[in-house]
């Protein structure tokens, strides 16, 4: 991956109340990209969903959380998978007491806003790793001098 594939400044957008995540999220970083994208978030949601994949067993463990939680952060990339857009997201939550739960982040409804900043990158597509049971990105070097 060279440099060149980098914006050198991030790309802003927001989702507002009632958008669902993942799907509107990525939604979004198409429309806002047309390409791969590295993301950051802020805002907060309602009624969680996160995961924890268990590597033994090959699947997602879920996590619901109930009510209004704080996206303290949101990060994640868009990639293809299969050629489609694929969103892989992971997210710190707060409750109101200040404790905190994360994860690979499932479902979510944005309960305020989410801000968030997009970096368009070109990102290669996903392979089926079986030893893991993921799809995921292949070893590449960061950046080619």
């Given at each position: 991956m060279s440099a060149d594939n980098w914006t050198p400044a991030p790309q802003f957008s927001t989702l507002q109340r009632g958008a669902r995540l993942p799907e509107d999220l990525l939604s979004e970083v198409v429309r806002c990209t047309k390409n791969g994208a590295v993301l950051f978030a802020i805002g907060a949601v309602e009624d969680p969903v996160v995961a924890y994949y268990r590597r033994e067993d090959k699947h997602y463990?879920?996590?619901?959380?109930?009510?209004?939680?704080?996206?303290?952060?949101?990060?994640?990339?868009?990639?293809?998978?299969?050629?489609?857009?694929?969103?892989?997201?992971?997210?710190?939550?707060?409750?109101?007491?200040?404790?905190?739960?994360?994860?690979?982040?499932?479902?979510?409804?944005v309960a305020v806003t989410l801000e968030i900043a997009l970096w368009h990158s070109a990102i290669p597509d996903r392979s089926f790793d079986a030893d893991i049971g993921l799809f995921l990105v292949p070893p590449q070097p960061l950046l080619e001098q």
């Open positions: 463990e879920e996590t619901e959380l109930k009510g209004v939680w704080e996206v303290v952060s949101l990060l994640g990339n868009v990639t293809r998978k299969e050629g489609q857009p694929f969103l892989h997201a992971h997210a710190t939550l707060s409750d109101a007491g200040g404790h905190t739960r994360g994860g690979h982040l499932v479902r979510a409804t």
